[in-house]
């Protein structure tokens, strides 16, 4: 007994215990947002979806995770072995990179770090090298396709989306991702989407850009989790499955929880900057470190269940309207909106 | 154990930085390189330079890299995988390879380094104030003058790009 | 709207070198709907070439009618030709075939012909619109859609007791006239989904990614869609005034008040994607006049009264012509003194329709190409036959 | 001064329509849904149905007619012309029966359900029930043979049908050579035999299949 409690007082295995809490978080997340999205999508479409296996199908993504882990792992024999089987988990390590810095809860962050909306931001470009690996392992035209159009569109969306983080760190004056939801604190109306804890003049000028912002980062977000309408590197319809086409079983599970766990964290990082992240819509009541993690993942849910909304209702875009959106669109409006709130900030 | 976490990013950064040199693919250069970045940022971190490590990943990687990996997947044949980078001009390359490393030997010899007697002794402590407030304080020129120059480079490309575009319109219309 | 760039040129002002790919779009591809192999020469993402190649599903349709032992037994052939509208086929055949015969069929029978053909046509553009909405990465349209057409099959197979290869027009007549209770079915479907078509008029054809997406792509102007022979809503889209119904009146189409519709050029170019798309939207609601009119006006008669026992024509030849939902479907028949046609030859639109893509689709991007096809709506059961 | 309208125009027309869709959608999303939970719940099916084919074998006077009428050729049907003195009983209809029916095959792998059989049928022994779930996994489980002929009745029916053509033939060659006979002494000439034109029936001798 006295050796756990030492074993636990150790540093190092504490950071690797802590180290395993996201990743606890992300499966049973992904199993859930699975069964979710298989939902929302049939009720939307005036289906029922899984039906059998438990109640309403309840247990349908364990049997679909288990059938993944069975299958053959096929690579294809023109295919580049190594490279090819590295590609999936690195795309996993730059999504799993970033949770470390989500503030889950009040008493919860993987690391506390000044720069932690800055590192997200570079952690998640870490996946533009595992998705052009992939595509150009797998030897395939469609993959290979499907991956310089997803590198090309994750990096020309990192523009906006990251001028909208921009104007709110501009406002909150830090990129520490658990002050800046501190600085929120204090119930709805302290959220950055209602202008923030500020005197009311500035609360209100701040609200309309804030706003704007905030749909900036949503649909930049969109963008780099490769979903509707942004889904261009895996539209099924031109690239067959994008740079994904050619993996299967447990490979090709780990693009889809790494496709999930991004989706959760694009969603986390639209709460923290614009809702609050973890503080109670009600001020102090329902506050807490349990509590708090209860918010937090009900807010990034909300927004997983937007896109998944957005998913089944939009078409998608084409290549060069995806550009025009990002540089004519949205960067403009960043722009603007950053030199608006410069403005206000200052006088 | 800060040695060890040393010693493992020293090991990724200098085997990686072999197989960019020595490998006969040239893709698989451009992917070890990314190993090579990645060590880079990781000994930043060791050093305390945060906001170097993040700006080291988010620049070279997220954007140098990637627009190298670009350009040797659109300008090879991607079909097969056999993509071969030849050895040329021994010589010269290796005089030059000698002189920069004995100027950078030659740095490292005259720096007056500091040392920590113990590596536990270092807390951590955020660097980007300092850096956001010497950029915008003393070292506002060399910021001013990089960001004009990155200004004109980009209005320049924009131009270069455009062109062809705008000559193409022309003989459209004619 | 794609302006096609100039190679980029080195100091000594030749072009740089750059390779062109080609890769094969098909046959097993999600968006070639069928077996269709396009062989698709790519220079980055703009189409500089699409070369089809056709006969994945060539099931010697012709051949086997020479084989038959009568005429009746074609009708089940021909339901498998374009098996999204196989009323349609059926009524070209029954058509030509009663041409030949000199057969006259009383009013009744062509009414529920009329009725159950534009049925079809909608059934059959619900489809074509729906899976062009799945081109375009919309795929709720899809399901609103078949949600719809599930109804029109269930109207077919409570008429005929089959829900996709009918076997219910023949050659004089009808198998069954319809049950009691079609035309309140009937009617309760029309107020239903006129609901949908609006919905899903709001939710796809007018969003503006939609619009994007279409307008201004693939335009195939006025004159080369009439010189390719193209037909139906590809030839109207094109705006070209030209409906075999209004303009070639078989059975009694002519009896009806309804209109042809153009494609006006209303969000881009005239005979672009989302004209043809629109044609057959606003086709829909055309049909649905026309099923009410005929519905209104069901005159009495005895369906299987003209059908002959035997069938033995004497030798000669007829050409009948249906406006099928994808276009003219036109079937020649020769016959020899036997019981089995000499000869069935059958012009099928979708095959036409197609001949069209390489000419359409240069200089456009690879998702236009998806658009494109999807415009064009062909079935590979009647392109390879 | 256009494009500047056209550029917030379009933007303006993107937020617009993308409500309306998510609007559209979310309305469908709360609305009852209209699946039909297939294997335990069943839709049901009109009375003009037509799927597996069924035949009353009792009824069946052997006519070949809807082998004739399958575009397909899945009805495979071998029959005897029974001797008139056999007594095969009577279909429901009254109709009497003259032939042995030694095999009723159909196919219903290769059955394209366009129910063109059951129209000629006379006797309305053929005809398309509302059944569908008959997947096998093996192909050949899919030939069903409605022939309740066993082959030993079968033999039997044979061997009457052979004894009867032979006594046929006994008396046919009997009368020739009478006819003949008589005709060479009216007419003096050397008579010559007539040709004997009873081929046997054409299914003689091949047998039931299996299954």
Redesign the interface.
Known sequence: MNELKLLLENP?VMSVLLAFVPIVFILVYALVTLYGEMK?????????AY?ENGWHGTLQPFADILKLLQKEDIIPT?A?KF?FSLAPYLVFVGTYASFAVLPFSSGFIGSN???GI??L???S??V??GL??SG?AS?N??S??GS?RS??QI?SY?IPGVLAILGVVMVLGT?NMQTMTQMQDGGIQNWLIFGGNFALGQKLALIPFMFILFVIYLLSSMAEVNR??F??PE????L?QGYNTEYSGMKFAIFYLAEYANLFLVSAVVVILFFGGWTSPFGSFMGGPVWSAFWFIMKGMFFVFVNI??R??????????LMYVSWK?LTPFALFCIIAIGFIMVV | MYEIIFYFFAAVTIGSAGVVVFSRNIVYSAFALFFTFFGVAGIYVLLNADFLAVTQLLIYVGGILVLILFGVMLTTNTVSVDIKAKSLNTLPAVSVVAALAGLLAGMIWTTDWFMSKNMSEITAQTTSKEIGSALITTHLLPFEVASVVLLVAIVGAAMMARRESVKTQISNSK | MIETLEKPKTSTGKTLRTEEMIVNMGPQHPSTHGVLRLEVVLDGEIVTDVIPHLGYLHRCFEKHCEHMTSYQQVIPYVDRMDYVASMTNEMAYVVAAEKLLKIEVCDRVHYIRIIMAELQRIASHLIAIGTFGIDMGAFTPFLYYFRDREKILELFEMTCGARLLYNYMWIGGLSHDIPPQFVEKTKEFIVGFKKTLQEVNDLLNYNEIFIKRTANVGILPKDLAINYACSGPMLRGSGVNWDLRRDDPYTMYDKFEWDVIVGKGEMGTVGDVWDRNMVRQLEMWESLRIIEQAIATLPEGDVSKAIPKRIRPVPGDAYGRVEGPRGELGVYIIAEDSVTPYRIKARAPAFVNLSVITEISKGAMLADLVAIMGSIDIVLGEVDR | MTALTTYFNDIYRSVSSTMTGMRITFKQMISPTVTIQYPHVKMKMPDRVRNRLFMNFDDCIGCELCAKACPVDCIDIEVMKAPPTESLGETSTGQKKRIYVTKFDIDIAKCCYCGLCVYPCPTECLKMTDVYEFSEYDRSNLIYNFGTMSPSEVETAKIKVKQYDEEQTAKKAAAAAQAAAAKAAAAAVPPTAAPVQNAPPQSLDSTPTQQ
């Open positions: 190092i929302v999508a049939a009720h939307i479409q005036n289906r029922l039906m023109a580049d490279l770090i000044d720069l800055l590192y931001v570079a952690a470009s870490l533009v090298v052009l690996m150009w030897n035209k469609w290979l396709f310089l590198a090309a990096v990192e990129m509707t309408p889904d261009l539209a099924e319809s031109e067959v909304w957005l089944w209702t939009l078409p998608r875009l084409r290549v060069d309207q669109v």
